[in-house]
């Protein structure tokens, strides 16, 4: 589904990243695995090596995306490694969960930088190039972007952040054949989620029609769909991986 094609996917060294990398891969695709500092060098690097099992070509990339110019090295370093760019997947976040009245500003600055500024930076490097080829980028929203939640207000903010974004970026970059989408996923077992209170789960499996969490391949197949020739008239558009958490 995306024979010579070219994706970056920014935090990839881990999780919904890492399953994105991987099923890009299956489907033909040239990745590069992005991890933000040096500890993560080793870890990113043996992603790269599972992924060049699939028959494709992959590199590692550090960068912060946060940083406005190592943004712009993780686009030049693909261009110069693979001549292009089709794919772009906003997935690098963090969180700093902590109730309004008890978070510092530099939990919420922190939060916004990394979710929404890296995304924003991404956007803007990878348009350029973008603009000769088409492509189709998509940001990592969260339900939490669409339906808030207690504890995180800057993770709240950030992903609704993202949906915003990628709607006005659509509308810009539409008539040069780039799409720009939205994957909102629930809960979904992961690295994130294994941190949790046991008994946020538990209560959280209540508001789940589906009654589980989602896996990281149900948000990776989502990826792929929107990546694909499969969804050539879709942009501007959010779609729910949750289960019916938040329908």
Do not use: W
């Amino acid at each position: 589904m995306l024979n010579q094609k070219v994706a970056i996917i920014t935090g990839s060294s881990s999780g919904i990243g890492k399953a994105i990398a991987l099923t890009y891969a299956k489907n033909g695709a040239d990745v590069v695995i992005n991890y933000p500092v040096e500890a993560l060098k080793e870890t990113a690097q043996a992603v790269v090596e599972e992924v060049k099992l699939q028959g494709v070509r992959a590199i590692a990339v550090q960068a912060n995306v946060a940083v406005f110019d190592e943004a712009k090295k993780l686009v030049d370093e693909t261009i110069k490694e693979f001549g292009k760019v089709d794919i772009l997947v906003n997935n690098a976040g963090i969180t700093r969960d902590m109730l309004l009245l008890k978070m510092t500003e530099e939990e919420f600055d922190s939060v916004i930088s990394v979710n929404l500024k890296g995304a924003f930076n991404c956007i803007k490097h990878v348009s350029r190039p973008m603009l000769k080829t088409g492509g189709s980028i998509i940001n990592m929203g969260s339900v939490s972007g669409l339906t808030g939640n207690a504890g995180q207000i800057n993770y709240s903010s950030s992903k609704a952040g993202l949906i915003g974004m990628a709607k006005a970026a659509a509308r810009e970059l539409g008539k040069k054949n780039i799409r720009v989408n939205v994957i909102a996923p629930g809960f979904i077992e992961s690295d994130m989620t294994a941190k949790l209170d046991p008994s946020i789960l538990t209560n959280a499996l209540t508001t789940i029609p589906m009654n589980k969490l989602g896996s990281v391949q149900d948000v990776a197949n989502i990826a792929l769909f929107l990546a694909s020739d499969l969804s050539t008239y879709i942009t501007g558009e959010v779609i729910r991986v949750d289960g019916g958490m938040a329908m």
